[in-house]
Structures are given as structure tokens and as C-alpha cells.
């Protein structure tokens, strides 16, 4: 092992410890900040009028509701270190299955969506520098403005009422491709804009002087100067795309009607099912810390600078 | 580009022009030179109009002789060279007329590809910062790599490149070809430029102020490996540079601009030895010597002191061991006097300066000013902080872009709570001062030039009386001329206001003339430290010894070797065409 993978491997371990301490606090303070919201999930039930006082009063006992908060996260943390994430107490299931049965379409359409995303926007401002015509520069251009203007829940009402309901092409419920192609755009837009503006700054550089100097083709100056110097950026934008994947787009899936975790956190909220969010900020915590984890390793293996520290 | 005919203004032209009295005979200059410039004429088109960067420049170079374009900033000198090959700033569109000759080749009417065929290959470049002109992320190895030809094996290329290695003299760096820039000191990097330049085996360098930004032991170093590369590969070299005394030691031919004209051309002896044009006197008065001129005074109360400084920044990192960077540092300053801190990159000046303001923890050690110890220098108060004013070197960067000089100088008044009222008759006193005029009240930093920066600078640090002032590099991105200018300035602060300063700067000819004491800084401590006449007139330290023999030899108004004036027989050695531009 040589002495830069040696540092880069302490550089990801030292990180890794950084970010689950930072992800322990998170659910320390999460924890008792949902207690602090007026309601538990008896009184919202009691509000739906399905409970009687007394049948309330049997439930918080149930649930360890009317214990002290204190008591009720040591009795949280025990069931957590036991690897359990508890039962909801709105659905009545094991939150696990609940999570099981969402995760899969929140990661298909988050992973998909930011996969197209950065493919085109890398793409078209690396196409755009390579061939600085008029074309491709207004591509970023439109997609930017795109991305930036037209929210994704109007842009997916529309699809879903002219593809769904006028045309009959797709499902008005359920139906994934439509919803990934937004997203995709959308980060694509943010994408490029970003990239192509670095990569116009990194053209006026020294460095790419030098490289003109040398004689290089335009195609080796964009491709393995001006690219690899602008993505080191861009990937660290990447990357909070990415934790924003795992979390799912609650727009997306309320639109097109998909069961996801976004769907799931709203209506755990909505209901005060605090071991639901719970669960849902664990997950988050690990996909903030994949994602974190992910990048930099990516962006200290682009950069040889960030390995050194 | 647009490309006039050659004939354009031939009234211009003379070439055949005998060669000025000291120079060869026009015969020897017969010999085909590599380079024949002919009345260069660039400009430079704008959103706001058009800018005539080039008026008209001529020289010739011939093979494995080096011609240097001297200039202030703003001369034309780079973008005379830059034009020639194309390598005009992105964004930048040039016009270019005249006649520009490579090998029988006309440059200025070649497309964009075929410069790019000459680029790196016949015409090689090094560009002034090297920190700047390699990419941080490829190894030194890839870019050296990079440039040569195509189509060349690994294991081939692989050679080639540690065979270049050796010749910038890198070959002792244990893994030199797969460092990265960072890992490398402003000389190696600099080095890894020219090997990356050599690569294509160029027969002509462009060396755009090659040693501008590095420290004056390793610019000997390095202009001396280029004229030891330029005897074995018998290269031309186009030496773009600000600096006259660099001009005497390593070039034969000299061609002197000033704001995008030709304002004086020839051997570099002669124009040396003696100058024709009063820019060129100028240039040549405005370069201090190496001389210790003035003596501290006895009488003087102390006013700044420091003892035993030592300070130490954490390192990088979780796990970054601390750095040392300043140890055990003893001075005290009169007042009125100068206090010339020298030392390489590195060596601890500006931590120096930071700790005595209280920009850096202190350590160890402490502050006295006007005879009280700074408690900590971190929490001055106001008043004391009004005492100790600090003057950085980058002016622009030291300047809220967007307040007018009006508001800059006046914000200290503001500060301090001095009434609105009277303020302005302040400002006017210090632009006044320092030699501004009430034209520039309004100013935006953007609309003035350097040294106009550095005196709203230097005003600004002034409104509130400060005793100490500390100038931290101040003068060293400034033109030799604005430089002694502003030196000057410094010696009549001194002089009417008793202000005492701590002249922070890497050139000793500038402390030199301006400081009474001098302290040699080299890894955060002081290798010798004494009043300037005897530092610099019988230095004790090696260190010191080293650091003002490399500030003599850069420094030498007259070539060290004897290639200007070659002997008649040796003919094609000599042989320049002098081409006069009209006007002169």
C-alpha cells in the first residue's frame, strides 16, 4: 500500500466517524423535537373520532406514551441497539415491512432519474465546450432555464392529465417512466449550468494556457482539463442529489401516485407516528452518510490536493 | 483574425538597416534569422471599442540566441509574443497586421490549426506563474507526457519523459513524474514547465517573466538552466521580462517597449552600457542597486520591539502535525527607522508581521510598542490598533471594491468615530500626502493602476497617525518605476512623520535602499539580523551570503557571459538586423 492510498483510506475513515457521530446527534435531537409537536398519534386518532377517551387513555398506555420522554428514548434506543425499528402505531405493522415495501420505488426512481440527470448534464456542457456553436450552448441554456422555471409537480400534473387522462398513453397511477424523465431534467439543468460555467472559468486558466501552449486538440483540452478540474465541483453537488434519492421525491410520488417514502414520512408526520419518522430519519442518516461518503471518496480520487489533508 | 498585407506602412520597415554602432556588421546579419518580426501591429477588439495593444514591432531572432522583450506591465511585450502564436487570452479577439516570418513561414496568416501544429512542438512556452500553469490534477509525468509527439509507446514515452526530467535537473526527486503539482516547490514546478516546453523539442522557447513569481535563489537557478538548455539544444529563446538586470546576464539582444511601441532595440551591452531613449535610463535609474544607503539612528526612543516570538499553526487536518513557523524571533525598532525583514517564500516574514498585529496566535514571546508589552495582540484595543497599521501586498484584494477612495481612506475616521464633518479636509490631506490628486476622490479601485492603489492603500493606513507601519511585500507587484515611487513615499513618511516601518519584501536591492536594519528570516528564524550596512556589506551568515549573491547576479547591468560580443570570425553569432520603428 502506497503512502496515497494509505491516506486516502484515514481521510474516508476519519470521515466516516465524523459523519456518524453527526448522524447520532440527528436522531438524538429529532427524537425529542417530534415530541415537541402538539399531538401524539392517540390524539390524532381520537380527532378522526374513531377512540373514546377511555380507549385513549388504554393506547398512550400501550404505546409507553405517558411515560416521560427520557424514559421513552431509553426504551428506544434499547429496541434500536436490538436492531428493531419498531411497530407503527397508525398502520399496526412492523415498520420494517413498512420501509420494505417503499424503499424499492423511491430508489428506482431517485437512482434512475439522477443516473439520466448527470449523464446529460455532464454531457451537454462538455458537447457545448467542444463545439461552442450557437446550437449546443442554447441546449444548456434551455435546459437550465427549464430546470430552474417549471416546477416539477406542475410539469408532472400536466403530463399525468395529457398522457394519463387525454392521450391514454400511460396510467394515471403507478406509472414510473414519466416521473424519472422530469426528475432526470431537472438535475440535468442544475447540473450543467453549474458545469458549464466552471468550465468556462477553468478555460481562462493558466493551466489550459499551458495546455494550448503545448499544442493539445481542443477534444484533449476540454476532456482531461477543463472536465476532470470543473467536476470536482460538480461532483459534491452530485452528491446532495444523490442523499436527496434515497429520501424520495414526495412530489413525484404524490403526483403520479407512487407508494414511496416520501408518501410514507408525510403520513407518519401527519399522524404523529413517531416510530415511523424515526425509522425514516435512521434511513436518511445512513443515506446522507453513503452519499457524503461516496463523493468525497470520488472527489479524492479526481483530486489529488484533497488526499494530502 | 484579419491579416493585412505585409506592405502595410513600409515607410516603417527598413530592413537592411545596419545594425547600431556596437553591433555586428550588417554582413553576419545576412544569416537567415529563425524569427524575423516585421512591424507587429495587434489589437485588440473589445465590447467597447478597439485597443491598439502592438504599434508596430521589428526584431529578428536568430537560432540558439535570446532576444528579450522589456517592458513595464501594459507594454505590449507579452502580447506582442502571444499573438504570434496564438495564445491570446480566451475571449480575447486579436487583429494582427504586419509580417511575423517563422523558418520562412509567414505565423500571422496560418489558420488556427496549423498554429497549433507549431504550438509545443517548433514553438515551445512557459508561462510566468508556474504554480498556476499546471493542472492540479495530473501528475508531473502526464503533462510532460502530454506534450510529446503522438503516436509514441508507453514505455517509449515513459523514457522520454524521465530522459527530460533529468535534463531540468529533477532526476534527484525520489517519484518526481508522479507528483502533483502541489507536492512540488515553485522551483521544481517551474522546472516540470520547461520540461514539459522542451518535450516537443522546440527551436524556439518562449519564456513569458519565467521567474517572476519564485524566489531569487531559485530564479538564478532556473534562468541558469534555461541558458545551459538553450547551449546543448542550441534553441532560440524569446525572454519576455520586466526586469533589465535579468536582461544584461541572459540575453544578447535587447528590445525595450513602452506602451505598445518599440521604444528601443539592440545588443544587450550596448542598451545596457548606453541607453539612447530616456525610457530606458529610467527603466535602468528605477532598478535600486544592491546598496545599503542609509544608517539607523542611535538617538531614536525604541517604538517596536518584539522578544523570544514564536508562533505555531495546527496543521491540516485531523491528524496534521503543527507547524513551527516562527522561532524565537528578537527585534526592536526606533522610531523613524526601517526594519527590512528578508527572507525566501516560506520563511516566516508574514507570519511575522501577522503575529505582531495580532493576525496569528502568538506562541511564545511578546510584543513591546512604545515600551508597553502587548498584552495579547489578538484583542488590541482600538486605540492601540490605530498605532500599528498594516499595508498588504496584493492592493487590490486590500480594497472593498466597492467603496470610492473617498470612502476607503475615510473609513478608518469612521471607525474610530472621528465627527463627518472635517473628514473630507482629511482625505484631501492624505491623497495630497501621498501623492494623489483630488480627481481620484471618486475612484472605484477597478479604475486606478497599481501604484495609485497601494498609495489609497498606504493614505488609508495613514488617517489615524499610526507610529508603526508594516508593509508586508507592498511594492513587489509593482513596475520597477511605480516601485521607486512608492519607496520614495515610504522615505519621506518617514522622514516628516517619524513613522517607523516593517519593510517586509523577498528583493534585497529594495531594503536595501530604503531599510536601517535588516533581519534574514529562513525557516521561521532569523539567520542574521543587524543594521543594513553591515548585513549587506559583510554578511556573516552563509544563508545571507547565498541570498545576496543571487540578488548580484540577477542584478548585473552587464552580461556575465561573453556571447554579445562575439569575435568577427565566430560570424554567425552575432548577426542581429536592427529594425528601428519610425517614430524614434
Not at chain 2, 284 to 310: C, G, K, M, N, Q
Not at chain 2, 360 to 386: H, K, N, Q, T
Amino acid at each position: 500500500m502506497n503512502a496515497h492510498t494509505r491516506r486516502l483510506l484515514l481521510g474516508i475513515a476519519a470521515d466516516l466517524v465524523r459523519s456518524l457521530a453527526v448522524a447520532a446527534g440527528i436522531v438524538v435531537f429529532s427524537f425529542f423535537v417530534l415530541r415537541m409537536i402538539p399531538g401524539d398519534v392517540v390524539d390524532i386518532r381520537g380527532i378522526e373520532g374513531s377512540l373514546t377517551y377511555s380507549q385513549q387513555t388504554a393506547m398512550r398506555a400501550e404505546l409507553g406514551l405517558d411515560k416521560p420522554w427520557i424514559t421513552q428514548f431509553g426504551e428506544w434506543l434499547t429496541m434500536i441497539a436490538s436492531g428493531d425499528l419498531g411497530t407503527s402505531a397508525r398502520f399496526a405493522k412492523p415498520i420494517a415491512d413498512l420501509l420494505a415495501a417503499v424503499i424499492p420505488t423511491t430508489l428506482t426512481l431517485g437512482l434512475s432519474a439522477l443516473l439520466i440527470g448527470t449523464l446529460l448534464g455532464v454531457l451537454l456542457p462538455t458537447l457545448a465546450m467542444l463545439w461552442p456553436r450557437r446550437l449546443l450552448v442554447a441546449l444548456v441554456e434551455a435546459t437550465t432555464i427549464w430546470s430552474i422555471t417549471v416546477p416539477t409537480f406542475s410539469i408532472g400534473i400536466l403530463c399525468v392529465l395529457v398522457l394519463a387522462v387525454w392521450l391514454g398513453l400511460i396510467p394515471a397511477i403507478g406509472n414510473l417512466v414519466v416521473p424519472i424523465l422530469i426528475l432526470a431534467l431537472d438535475t440535468a439543468g442544475t447540473l450543467a449550468k453549474i458545469l458549464y460555467e466552471d468550465m468556462k472559468d477553468i478555460e481562462r486558466t493558466e493551466y489550459v494556457r499551458a495546455a494550448r501552449a503545448k499544442g493539445l486538440s481542443r477534444a484533449r483540452i476540454v476532456l482531461r482539463h477543463i472536465l476532470p478540474n470543473a467536476l470536482t465541483a460538480a461532483v459534491a453537488l452530485i452528491g446532495l442529489l444523490l442523499a436527496g434519492a434515497f429520501t424520495g421525491a414526495i412530489t413525484m410520488e404524490v403526483v403520479f401516485g407512487l407508494p414511496g417514502l416520501g408518501t410514507l414520512t408525510l403520513q407518519a408526520i401527519k399522524g404523529r407516528d413517531y416510530a415511523v419518522v424515526q425509522a425514516v430519519i435512521i434511513w436518511l442518516g445512513f443515506a446522507v452518510i453513503i452519499a457524503n461518503l461516496v463523493t468525497d471518496v470520488i472527489r479524492k480520487i479526481i483530486d489529488p490536493r484533497l488526499r494530502s489533508a | 483574425m484579419t491579416q493585412r498585407p505585409d506592405t502595410q506602412r513600409p515607410d516603417t520597415r527598413r530592413a537592411g538597416t545596419p545594425a547600431p554602432a556596437s553591433g555586428p556588421s550588417p554582413r553576419e546579419a545576412a544569416a537567415a534569422p529563425l524569427l524575423a518580426v516585421r512591424d507587429l501591429r495587434v489589437t485588440i477588439r473589445a465590447r467597447t471599442g478597439t485597443v491598439e495593444a502592438v504599434a508596430g514591432v521589428s526584431f529578428d531572432i536568430l537560432p540558439g540566441r535570446t532576444l528579450a522583450l522589456v517592458g513595464e506591465s501594459g507594454s505590449g511585450k507579452s502580447m506582442t509574443a502571444m499573438a504570434l502564436i496564438g495564445l491570446v487570452p480566451v475571449g480575447t479577439t486579436v487583429e494582427t497586421a504586419g509580417s511575423a516570418r517563422f523558418g520562412g513561414r509567414e505565423l500571422l496568416t496560418l489558420s488556427e490549426a496549423e498554429r497549433r501544429a507549431l504550438r509545443g512542438r517548433a514553438i515551445a512556452t512557459i508561462l510566468q506563474d508556474p504554480a498556476a500553469a499546471l493542472d492540479p490534477l495530473m501528475s508531473a509525468g502526464e503533462q510532460i507526457a502530454e506534450a510529446l509527439p503522438r503516436g509514441l509507446g508507453r514505455r517509449e514515452a515513459a523514457g522520454r519523459v524521465a530522459a527530460l526530467l533529468a535534463e531540468v535537473g529533477l532526476d534527484g526527486v525520489p517519484g518526481i513524474a508522479r507528483r502533483h503539482p502541489h507536492e512540488l516547490s515553485g522551483g521544481q514546478q517551474q522546472r516540470v514547465a520547461i520540461a514539459m516546453a522542451l518535450a516537443g523539442n522546440p527551436s524556439l522557447l518562449i519564456a513569458d517573466e519565467p521567474t517572476t513569481a519564485l524566489d531569487v535563489t531559485v530564479q538564478a537557478q532556473i534562468l541558469d538552466l534555461l541558458a545551459r538548455l538553450q547551449a546543448a539544444r542550441g534553441m532560440a529563446i524569446l525572454l519576455i521580462t520586466h526586469d533589465l538586470g535579468v536582461v544584461g546576464a541572459y540575453a544578447q539582444d535587447v528590445v525595450v517597449m513602452r506602451a505598445g511601441a518599440m521604444v528601443e532595440a539592440g545588443p544587450a551591452a550596448r542598451v545596457l552600457a548606453a541607453p539612447r531613449e530616456a525610457h530606458t535610463r529610467t527603466l535602468l535609474a528605477a532598478r535600486p542597486a544592491l546598496r545599503a544607503t542609509a544608517a539607523p539612528s542611535a538617538a531614536a526612543p525604541e517604538i517596536l520591539a518584539v522578544s523570544d516570538l514564536a508562533v505555531r499553526y495546527r496543521g491540516a487536518g485531523l491528524l496534521g502535525r503543527p507547524v513551527r513557523a516562527l522561532d524565537g524571533i528578537d527585534f526592536a525598532l526606533e522610531a523613524g527607522g526601517a526594519l527590512g525583514v528578508v527572507g525566501e517564500s516560506g520563511s516566516g516574514k508574514s507570519t511575522l508581521a501577522k503575529a505582531i498585529v495580532g493576525l496569528a496566535r502568538i506562541e511564545r514571546g511578546s510584543v513591546r510598542l512604545g515600551g508597553a508589552v502587548l498584552a495579547d495582540p489578538m484583542r488590541l484595543g482600538r486605540a492601540a490598533r490605530a498605532r500599528l497599521q498594516y499595508i498588504f501586498q496584493d492592493s487590490y484584494g486590500a480594497l472593498n471594491p466597492r467603496l470610492t477612495v473617498e470612502d476607503a481612506i475615510g473609513e478608518p475616521f469612521a471607525i474610530s468615530g472621528r465627527p463627518r464633518a472635517g473628514r473630507r479636509a482629511a482625505v484631501l490631506a492624505l491623497l495630497d500626502e501621498v501623492g494623489l490628486a483630488r480627481t481620484h476622490l471618486g475612484r472605484l479601485p477597478r479604475e486606478l493602476s497599481g501604484g495609485q492603489r497601494q498609495r489609497v492603500c498606504i493614505a488609508r493606513a495613514l488617517a489615524l497617525s499610526p507610529e508603526v507601519l508594516i508593509c508586508d511585500e507592498i511594492v513587489s507587484a509593482l513596475d520597477v518605476t511605480v516601485q521607486a515611487q512608492v519607496l520614495g513615499l515610504l522615505r519621506r513618511l518617514r522622514a516628516e512623520r517619524g513613522l517607523a516601518l516593517v519593510f517586509i519584501s523577498h528583493d534585497l536591492a529594495v531594503v536595501a535602499e530604503l531599510c536601517t536594519r535588516v533581519m534574514v528570516m529562513k525557516d521561521g528564524k532569523a539567520v542574521e539580523s543587524g543594521a543594513a550596512a553591515d548585513v549587506f556589506e559583510a554578511p556573516r551568515a552563509a544563508y545571507t551570503r547565498d541570498l545576496i549573491a543571487a540578488a548580484r547576479a540577477l542584478d548585473a547591468p552587464a552580461p556575465h557571459r561573453d556571447l554579445s560580443t562575439p569575435s568577427p570570425a565566430a560570424g554567425e553569432g552575432g548577426g542581429v538586423e536592427w529594425v528601428t520603428a519610425a517614430g524614434f
